[in-house]
């Protein structure tokens, strides 16, 4: 029963425009919550063993992009974002709205570095999860290392191998 005139009225449109209110402040909310953010680092792989070793080095200024694709035969791209490494070899890119339903990939595109710019090609791009409904809480997605190869390896690597059990054949 809805109270029509006077002083009800009024206290009964005034709390369905708070709980409309309210409502409206909750989507907007759920929305700015699917905001993430991909980290990862690019470095260079001076043993050209397509791994992290010890004297690997972090690349500054190279160029990564993430894209995110249907997961259908044509595989169309929805999102894409480009970015660059600190002098860590870190980067950091916002991405909007939940990809649940897509493929989402990083991959490392340029490296700045004429001696290390040899892409790994089994380790080009890392596959990353953007959404909120696979129970993590955070806002952080955190994606494998990426790596160019040095044109040479270092003549230290065989002794940096040897230390992780690799003997040369």
């Known amino acids: 029963m ?3 005139g006077g002083k009800m009225a009024k206290t009964f449109a005034v709390a369905v425009l708070i709980a409309t209110i309210f ?3 909750s989507l907007s909310l759920a929305q700015a919550d699917e905001t993430f953010f991909v980290e990862g680092k690019v470095y260079c792989d001076t043993c050209r063993v397509q791994f992290e ?11 990564v992009r993430l894209e995110c694709r249907k997961r259908d035969e044509n595989g169309d ?4 974002i480009d970015g660059v490494t600190n002098k860590n070899g870190i980067y950091r890119l916002p991405v909007e709205g939940d990809h649940e339903e897509e493929i989402c990939e990083v991959k490392a595109i340029k490296s700045t570095r004429s001696d290390c710019n040899d892409p790994m090609a089994r380790y080009e791009k890392a596959r990353i999860t953007l959404t ?3 129970g993590l809480s955070s806002d952080a997605r955190y994606a494998n290392s990426l790596g ?11 002794d940096v191998l040897n230390e992780l059990g690799f003997n040369p054949l």
Request: aromatic share 8%; glycine share 0%; with cysteine.
């Open 2 to 4: 809805i109270p029509r």
């Open 23 to 25: 409502c409206f402040a």
């Open 53 to 63: 070793t010890k004297i690997s080095e972090p690349l500054a200024d190279a160029k």
């Open 77 to 80: 791209l929805t999102y894409s």
């Open 132 to 134: 909120n409904k696979n």
């Open 148 to 158: 160019f190869m040095k044109k040479e390896a270092l003549p230290n690597c065989i």
